[in-house]
């Protein structure tokens, strides 16, 4: 598996951007859990948020809680992150990663338990 972020760019304050993660691996990202996290400049990698393989299950970070929902469409191999109302801490580049082991109805944001990273996509919040 070799999930990839796409959809970055240049997003408005206030404005909104959507991510996709899709697998370049030839596996299937229905099978995982997958969780986002954002790399800030100048800093450490921060959980944002995650989703079980199932797609019942959701988190967020406080700092995106009612800002930022994740979803995926199993029939596209895909997993979204729809990001609204943004601001400059948004501001960095966004990873989707594959949790092989946690149950199909829970996920967890945690860097530690992903087994599975790619390449990630710069998102710039700025007017």
């Known amino acids: 598996l070799h999930p990839v972020g796409s959809g970055g760019g240049l997003g408005q304050p206030g404005g909104a951007l959507r991510l996709s993660c899709v697998d370049f691996?030839?596996?299937?990202?229905?099978?995982?859990?997958i969780a986002w996290f954002l790399q800030g400049p100048g800093e450490g990698r921060e959980g944002v948020s995650c989703i079980s393989a199932s797609g019942i299950s959701t988190k967020y970070e406080n700092s995106v809680e009612g800002r930022f929902t994740i979803s995926r469409d199993h029939a596209k191999n895909t997993v979204y992150l729809q990001m609204n109302n943004l601001g400059p801490e948004d501001t960095g580049v966004y990873f989707c990663a594959a949790d092989q082991w946690t149950v199909r109805t829970a996920c967890v944001i945690y860097d530690g338990s992903m087994n599975y990273w790619g390449e990630g996509t710069p998102v710039t919040v700025s007017s």
């Open positions: 691996g030839g596996g299937t990202l229905g099978k995982f859990a």
